[in-house]
């Protein structure tokens, strides 16, 4: 006996209205391509509900693919049976024993009858159920207020369903129902787990990289695109956009005081970004800020840089600690790329002290030396744009995260 089916259950999407629909089926096609080794799997939808079609491919294998899927919020391994009392009461059985492989804990039988030409009620049903794992299964018991175990059968007019087991998924929206944004990706912790958490509230990223040749080399580049490859496995394929820096760096080193000198730093990225968001169409920018982490970041920082552009900046990390932000990586797969030592542009000309209560209108005066539209538009000009497709990284630690 095997699986047959997978149970698909999403949360947030049910509080869609009108929009569910489309949500329901962004989520399939996600589900579609998350599942495209598994050339015998099929997906459908029916009344609210859907299912992955197994077909004889491995049940763990798929499992192990959904957990990764964004919308999902949790999945069950379904057993479709032909509907008599034998069959319903065998296939119990084995998938009490698949969920509880020691033959030990506490159960629950909960029986919906659809079909009302089956013979047995819900309630005798229940109880047939039961007491044929019971007889079974010695060591187990029976708990229906707090069950480690809740056994469903679902009699319908084709054939009786029954799922034993629950998975956690990954929650949020599907990918691609919340638009278009520009993930500004360092090579460090904190902006992949950013972009991961973007694209569990469905948006799609484009990532932008600033790299400032000969001070950072090819191998902080390939960094960078080893994290943004790990991303596709939570949203898809990405384009990576290499920003030259160089030019800019040097010239806000001459010409601002070093204490002004990220903080100017990061208005001029926040300027290309934004002219690139307006190219691509995206309509925000995402970055992996956390308040008050370092000087860059406090409050009048934000408020500072925030100014040169008009488009959203989401910063999903902003309450975070970095040790919260650690686990995130690590459960995601960056952890291990963010710490090779292969540093990105923000560690060039490191002032001694920066600015951490910098305001617009210093900013601004110092600015008023550089020719900013022009060292914009040279940098916007020598853009190269990697295309990552949809690759192979090792999945969530859900237990970890939740």
Request: charged share 25%; aromatic share 6%.
């Amino acid at each position: 006996m095997n699986y047959e089916h997978i149970l698909i259950r999403y949360a947030e999407l049910s509080l869609k209205g009108k929009n569910r629909k489309k949500f329901e089926s962004k989520l399939e096609q996600n589900i579609k391509q998350a599942l495209i080794t598994f050339p015998n799997v099929k997906t459908n939808r029916s009344f609210g509900r859907m299912f992955v079609e197994l077909h004889g491919e491995d049940e763990k294998a798929v499992s192990e693919k959904l957990k990764g899927v964004f919308g999902v919020y949790s999945f069950s391994p379904a057993l479709k049976l032909s509907l008599t009392e034998t069959n319903i009461v065998d296939g119990a059985l084995w998938a009490m024993k698949d969920a509880l492989p020691s033959g030990s804990g506490s159960f629950k039988v909960t029986v919906r009858r659809v079909n009302k030409d089956f013979p047995i009620g819900s309630q005798d049903m229940n109880k047939v159920v039961g007491g044929h794992i019971l007889r079974n299964m010695q060591d187990l018991t029976v708990d229906v207020h707090q069950p480690e175990v809740e056994l469903k059968v679902e009699i319908r007019q084709e054939a009786a369903y029954i799922t034993c087991k629950s998975v956690r998924g990954a929650g949020g929206l599907p990918v691609g129902t919340s638009g278009k944004v520009m993930l500004m990706l360092s090579g460090g912790i904190d902006s992949p787990v950013a972009g991961y958490l973007a694209l569990k509230r469905g948006v799609t990223i484009e990532a932008i990289h600033f790299h400032s040749p000969p001070y950072t080399n090819d191998r902080a580049r390939q960094k960078v695109e080893d994290i943004a490859k790990v991303l596709t496995q939570y949203g898809g394929d990405i384009k990576l956009h290499i920003v030259p820096f160089t030019d800019i760096q040097t010239k806000i080193h001459k010409q601002i005081p070093d204490n002004y000198e990220m903080t100017v730093t990061r208005r001029f990225m926040l300027r290309i970004a934004a002219v690139l968001a307006e190219e691509r169409k995206a309509k925000g920018i995402v970055n992996g800020e956390s308040l008050g982490q370092v000087a860059s970041q406090t409050l009048e920082s934000m408020h500072t840089i925030n100014e040169v552009t008009n488009l959203p900046i989401l910063r999903p990390l902003i309450t975070m600690d970095k040790l919260e932000v650690i686990d995130y990586a690590k459960a995601i797969g960056t952890y291990d790329l963010s710490i090779l030592p292969y540093e990105d542009c923000c560690t060039i000309f490191l002032p001694t002290e920066s600015k951490t209560r910098p305001t617009r209108e210093k900013s601004e005066r110092y600015e008023h030396w550089l020719e900013i539209d022009d060292m914009v538009q040279q940098a916007i000009d020598g853009i190269t744009t990697v295309d990552l497709k949809l690759g192979e990284a090792s999945q969530p630690d859900f237990e970890q995260l939740f």
